[in-house]
C-alpha cells in the first residue's frame, strides 16, 4: 500500500532565487519581495504551481527574484499574458505586478478589461507615483506641481487613484499595503490570494532616488498609528495611537470625517463599521487622502462574484457534452477544392 505524499511546509525563503536582487539600495520594492515571499509561505503555495507575470519596470523585475515560474512581458501588457496562463492551465496561481506607469499608462486599457473580466489573478500594483526605471517621468500618479525631467515646471496633469480606478473598472476585490508594513502586508495579500476572481491590491511603495519620502506624511513610524487605518471586517473604523480617532459619515456633507472619541459626545456609536461588500462606501474610503485623513489599508472592497476563467472552462465543457468534434467532417467543411 503506497504511503500518502508529505508535503513540506515551506518558509520564506524556499521562495527566493540565486540571482542577486537589483533594485536601488533602499527602495520599497525589498520590503514588498519579502512579504510576498512570506504571504506565499504562510498560505501554503507551492512553486511548481505559481506563476509571477511582469511588464516593464523596476517592480517588473519580481519574476526573477520569486523561485516559482515566471514571465517578464512587454510594456503595459502583463494582463494579457497572465489572463492566456490562467485560462490554459486555471489550476495555476497566477500573481501579476505592476507599477502606476506599466498598469495605468500604457497598459490601463488591459488593466481595465482584467479587471472588468473578473479574471482569477492576484494583480500587485506599485505605486510610486514615479516613473523609476525610466529616469524620473511624471506617472499617471503623480501630484500636481511635480517637477520632473518631463515636467520641469511641474505637473499640470490631474493624479488617478488606482484603487478607484479599479472599482470604477469593475473590481470584485480591492485592497492596499504599504511597503515597509510588512506585519499587515502578508495579511492582504494572503487575502488576496483566497479570492477568487480578479485581486487588485495597491501597494505604496517609496522611489528613494526619483520620488523619496513622498508618503512620508503616513509612512513615518514614530506616527504611523495616527496616521494610517488598517480595515477589518466588521470591526469599527478606528485608529490612532490612543485608539481615539475614528471615521464617521457625515450626513450633512455626506461624507466622511475623522472624529474623536470622547469629544463633543462622539462615542464608538458614532464611528462606521467596516463592511467589505459595501460598494458605495468602498469609493469614499479609496478617495479620502492624507493628511486630512488616514491613509485607508487593508481590504477595502470584497464582494466575490463567478471569475471569467472559471465561466470560460464551464462553456467549454457545456459544449464539448453537447456536441461531437469531428476533426475528419471539419477540414473538408465549408469551401473546399482538390488540386491535381
Known amino acids: ?41 504562510n498560505t501554503g503555495a507551492r512553486p511548481e504551481n505559481t506563476v509571477f507575470v511582469s511588464g516593464i519596470g523596476c517592480s517588473s523585475r519580481f519574476p526573477y527574484y520569486i523561485s516559482t515560474y515566471g514571465f517578464h512581458t512587454i510594456h503595459g501588457r502583463a494582463p494579457g499574458f497572465a489572463t492566456g496562463i490562467k485560462l490554459t492551465n486555471p489550476d495555476l496561481d497566477v500573481w501579476l505586478v505592476t507599477g502606476d506607469g ?5 497598459g490601463g486599457n488591459h488593466m481595465l478589461h482584467v479587471l472588468r473580466r473578473n479574471v482569477d489573478l492576484q494583480i500587485m500594483l506599485f505605486n510610486n507615483e514615479i516613473y523609476g526605471l525610466t529616469k524620473g517621468q511624471y506617472s499617471p ?59 487588485f491590491v495597491e501597494i505604496y511603495q517609496n522611489c528613494i532616488v526619483y520620488n523619496d519620502n513622498v508618503f512620508g506624511e503616513f509612512t513615518e513610524k514614530k506616527t504611523a498609528q495616527d496616521t494610517q487605518i488598517h480595515l477589518k471586517d466588521g470591526e469599527r473604523m478606528i485608529f490612532g495611537k490612543d485608539i481615539k480617532k475614528g471615521l464617521r459619515f457625515n450626513q450633512d456633507k455626506f461624507a466622511l470625517e475623522v472624529v474623536i472619541l470622547g469629544e463633543n459626545g462622539i462615542t464608538e456609536d458614532d464611528i462606521l463599521i467596516h463592511d467589505e461588500k459595501n460598494r458605495h462606501m468602498a469609493f469614499m474610503l479609496c478617495e479620502i487622502e492624507a493628511p486630512e485623513y488616514p491613509a485607508v489599508c487593508g481590504v477595502i472592497y470584497c464582494n ?25 467532417a471539419l477540414l473538408r467543411s465549408g469551401r473546399t477544392w482538390i488540386v491535381d
Open 1 to 41: 500500500m503506497n504511503k500518502p505524499v508529505e508535503i513540506t511546509k515551506l518558509s520564506p525563503k524556499d521562495f527566493e532565487t540565486d540571482q542577486e536582487v537589483r533594485w536601488c539600495p533602499g527602495c520599497g520594492d525589498y520590503a514588498i519581495l519579502k512579504g510576498v515571499q512570506m504571504a506565499l509561505a
Open 102 to 106: 506599466d498598469g495605468l499608462s500604457i
Open 141 to 199: 500618479t503623480s501630484r500636481p506641481g511635480l517637477k520632473t525631467p518631463s515636467s520641469p515646471y511641474g505637473s499640470v496633469d490631474a493624479p488617478l487613484s488606482p484603487c478607484v480606478f479599479a472599482l470604477g473598472a469593475g473590481a470584485r476585490f480591492v485592497a492596499r499595503g504599504i511597503d515597509t508594513s510588512l506585519k499587515e502586508l502578508p495579511i492582504t495579500l494572503a487575502r488576496a490570494k483566497e479570492h477568487k476572481g480578479a485581486s
Open 304 to 328: 466575490p462574484s463567478e471569475s471569467y476563467d472559471h465561466s470560460v472552462t464551464a462553456q467549454i465543457e457545456k459544449v464539448k457534452e453537447t456536441k461531437k468534434a469531428d476533426f475528419n
